[in-house]
């Protein structure tokens, strides 16, 4: 099921570095929510605040609120291990457990939750992720060998396969086509653009062409000076943010003066 995400007062640290200042914003479910911002300014930093892994991080903390429908991700007696299981995240790089057939890299994050599954229903699953990561037909007669085997693109559908499994709520992608060649992008592009059907979707992406095409609300992130923490300075409709930006700042990143 969707959710929305509202992150109230957000500060983010690692150790004493403030990485990023004051950030508020409400990311609509059913819709795909894009972060764009020239590097550094934290844009990774405030996706991985999404899911609690910035805290796996020694000594990296966030302050202020993150809910999920109404919920705070950081309350005290919530699991993060829980909100992970909740808020799924597909990273730059595929990173499919190599030597694991392809069946059972789409079942890994089933079992680490130790949800006992019989045979029938994990090949149900099996199928239905792999289905909705739109690599169903190429893999179906080949499930038992590794997953290492398959091209880039279809290792990185395989990752977002093994996310979308576990039935998250949100999926976060961290530059999911960076490492991709430009027909394997378009295969990702097209999924994120099913995926939000189902999920939130939250893409951090330096491509302004994908932004633009794949996502229904932008951010743009910003930092003020070198050293000093990155800002949310705009965030709407990705077609006013593209087309029509409030700041200067933003109107300067999106045509390219800098960044
Ligand atoms: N593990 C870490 N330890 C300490 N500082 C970090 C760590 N990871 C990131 N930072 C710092 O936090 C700030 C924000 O980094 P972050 O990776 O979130 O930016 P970004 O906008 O995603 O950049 P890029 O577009 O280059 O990926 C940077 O100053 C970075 O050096």
């Given at each position: 099921?969707?959710?929305r ?6 500060d983010i640290y690692?150790g004493k ?5 004051q950030?508020?914003?409400?990311i609509q479910?059913r819709?795909?929510?894009?972060f764009?911002?020239s590097s550094g300014?934290?844009?990774?930093t405030?996706l991985?605040s999404?899911n ?5 991080i020694?000594g990296a903390?966030?302050?202020?609120q993150?809910?999920?429908d109404g ?11 829980r909100?992970?299981r909740?808020?799924?995240?597909v990273f730059q790089r595929p990173?499919?457990?190599p030597?694991m057939s392809i ?9 680490l939750?130790n949800?006992r ?5 994990s090949d149900?699953?099996?199928?239905k992720s792999?289905?909705g990561?739109n ?10 060998r590794p997953?290492s085997?398959?091209?880039g ?5 395989l990752c ?5 499994a ?7 992608m961290?530059?999911p086509?960076?490492a991709?060649?430009?027909?394997s992008?378009?295969?990702i ?7 939000k059907?189902?999920?939130t979707v ?5 491509n302004?062409q994908?932004a633009?095409r794949?996502?229904?609300q932008?951010?743009?992130f ?5 050293g000093?923490?990155?800002e949310l ?8 943010i593209?087309?029509n930006p409030e700041?200067?700042?933003t ?7 800098f960044?």
């Amino acid at each position: 099921m969707s959710k929305r995400i509202e992150l109230q007062d957000v500060d983010i640290y690692y150790g004493k570095f403030h990485a990023v200042r004051q950030v508020n914003m409400t990311i609509q479910p059913r819709a795909v929510t894009a972060f764009i911002g020239s590097s550094g300014c934290g844009k990774s930093t405030v996706l991985r605040s999404l899911n609690r892994m910035h805290e796996v991080i020694e000594g990296a903390y966030v302050t202020g609120q993150v809910l999920l429908d109404g919920v705070d991700l950081y309350a005290r007696d919530v699991d993060p291990v829980r909100v992970r299981r909740q808020v799924g995240m597909v990273f730059q790089r595929p990173n499919p457990f190599p030597t694991m057939s392809i069946r059972d890299n789409v079942l890994a994050g089933v079992r680490l939750n130790n949800a006992r599954v019989s045979r029938k229903e994990s090949d149900e699953l099996v199928e239905k992720s792999l289905r909705g990561a739109n690599l169903w037909n190429e893999v179906k007669d080949r499930l038992d060998r590794p997953g290492s085997g398959l091209s880039g693109g279809q290792q990185q559908r395989l990752c977002i396969a093994r996310a979308i499994a576990v039935s998250p709520d949100v999926i976060l992608m961290d530059e999911p086509c960076s490492a991709l060649d430009p027909i394997s992008t378009l295969a990702i592009e097209e999924l994120i653009h099913e995926l939000k059907e189902e999920y939130t979707v939250v893409i951090v992406t330096h491509n302004m062409q994908q932004a633009a095409r794949v996502s229904d609300q932008t951010a743009f992130f910003n930092l003020k000076a070198q050293g000093q923490p990155g800002e949310l300075i705009e965030f709407g409709d990705t077609e006013k943010i593209f087309h029509n930006p409030e700041e200067k700042a933003t109107e300067d990143y999106i045509t390219g003066r800098f960044g």
